[in-house]
């Protein structure tokens, strides 16, 4: 009973409980509904391209979609979504919650622009957007031709007289020589880079862009300077000198003196332009012997540093031998050891050709890229610089030695540069079958040996029209795609800019010797072979390519 009677009391009191619930529950009205949940964006398109931060080549007219789980409070769009620099309207699609953006007019090419979705954007049941969106969009270039298409022979004559202007125009005042760059110190005059540049001389000779008068009078400027100015080490010429003055401009702290492989491009200029000039009057025969004077006075023998079985790049007065670096494997160099062993005042001996060129681990390959093989140098070739410098003169059709046939390694290496950039492995946006060669130029912001290896989506004009002769389909479509496409872009005052990227909308404002004139003298050497036929033939130059074991047609 007593159990009984206690159950009885707890059940009241629990009923006592449910009823008082009860009727708190009734006196506050319904429960609040919970909020709208926030939300974040699912996906986005550009051009069809799914969640790509950073868009290169978008249309000029993109498509941009954004995806939501939600449908999107439309109210909120116009303060929420902007696109940076640029109108828009929206298209509203399956049920609010897929956004089409178009740009309310077309955008311009080669320019940037960026699409923003910040967390003002509200759903329709009231949920925030919780992590904002940066889209960049990097608009492509504009394929439409940007001067009228004229022959290719009228189009090869143009890009070589305007790019003459460099060395003409551009040239020191004083001393004939060619400038450094068109955006340095004026008073810097580069060695080498004049020597490519007095290479040119001939060609616009030939091709009337100046007179012969003309070009045997800036010969006779350049020559007296060279002879009775400029300051030379051992017969050998710095890297830069003061264009007024002569004085020797130091390259690098230590590189204060002759640079070896700079006066042998300066030689085969002033070779090449003795071959031209061979009138029989006192003013063309008193060049040829200046030439001569200055040709037979470069002691390449010295550069042996005590006699060694090598060359050396440097040397200087004051450090002598510090800079330490020596001519060998294979690079842009092979005129180098050529002259030397051509000079009858100081020439070297084949052991040194045989012991220091040619004995560099980074000589010979062997293997094959792309399915061309490549006898000499570094895997896929190095920068194009190296098959073009040695053979602005020395022309490689038919070139054998022991170690390569040069036919083959000039041409496989421009066309495994080329289909490198084809291929695109990294992905830059521009490179293409019109848009490629890699070797040494400006960059954004400094300078670089640009390769296969050392790729950072920097395009130098020079590096493919300066193989004409060696892949002349591939590089004609690319000298057409940097002058119809790009011309209102790279298309300036000296020919094409040193170097453009269309990935980073870099232009280069510079032009380089080194760079402009391979370009007039390789197109010529495709045309005419001109400079070929005139440095080969050089008594010296013969008797210095048998001495080193080279075979070619009239040695």
Sequence with gaps: MRALKMRKILFAVLLFHAVLISACRKGSGPAPPSPAPDFSINSWEVDGVTNRDDNKGTNVNPGIRLYFPAAIDRASVASAIALHTAGYRVNYQNGDSTLVIQPTSALSYLSNYKLTVSNTLKSKDGGSLIFPVEIKLQTGYDASDKFPVISDSALL??????????????????????????????????????????????????????????????????????????????????????????????????????????????????????????????????????????WNAVEWDWFRNGGQNVLYWHYSDAKQW?????????NECLITYILAASSST?????????????????????????????PLGPSLGGPLFFSHYSFLGINPNGLTDAYANYTTQTTNHSLINYEYC????????????????????????????????????????????????????????A???????????????????????LHDLWFANSFLAIDQGPQIVMI?????????NLLMSCPEVKAGLRSLGFNAPGL
């Design 157 to 294: 004559d143009k890009v070589q007289q305007q790019t003459f202007k460099y060395f003409w125009d551009f040239g020191h005042p004083v001393s004939g020589l060619a400038r450094e760059r068109s955006n340095g110190d004026n008073e810097v005059v580069t060695s080498g880079g004049s020597g490519f540049g007095i290479m040119a001389i001939p060609v616009a000779v030939s091709r009337n862009f100046i007179t012969r008068a003309d070009g045997l009078a800036r010969m006779q400027k350049i020559v007296d300077f060279l002879k009775n100015k400029a300051v030379k080490v051992k017969g050998a010429f710095p890297h830069w000198l003061n264009g007024s003055t002569g004085a020797i401009i130091p390259f690098s702290a230590n590189d204060d003196g002759a640079d070896l492989v700079e006066t042998s491009y300066l030689m085969a200029g002033l070779l090449a332009a003795r071959q031209y000039f061979n009138g029989a009057d006192a003013d063309e025969t008193a060049l040829r012997n200046d030439i001569n004077a200055l």
């Design 322 to 330: 510090i800079m330490n670096l020596l001519v060998q494997g294979w």
């Design 346 to 374: 100081h020439g070297i001996p084949p052991s040194v050709y045989t012991n220091g060129w040619a004995s560099g681990s980074s000589f010979l390959n062997g293997n094959n890229f792309y399915g061309y093989p490549l």
């Design 422 to 477: 084809k291929a695109n492995p990294r992905k830059w946006y521009g490179y293409s079958e019109n848009c490629w060669g890699l070797t040494a130029s400006d960059i954004q912001d400094g300078y670089t040996a640009s390769s296969p290896a050392n790729d950072i989506g920097t395009i130098a004009p020079t590096a493919a029209i300066s193989s004409l002769p060696y892949a002349p389909a591939e590089s004609m479509k």
């Design 479 to 501: 000298l057409k795609f940097f002058y119809y496409t790009l011309g209102d872009k790279i298309w300036k005052d000296y020919g094409f800019v040193d170097a453009f990227s």
């Design 524 to 532: 010529e050497n495709y045309r005419s072979g001109l400079l070929w």
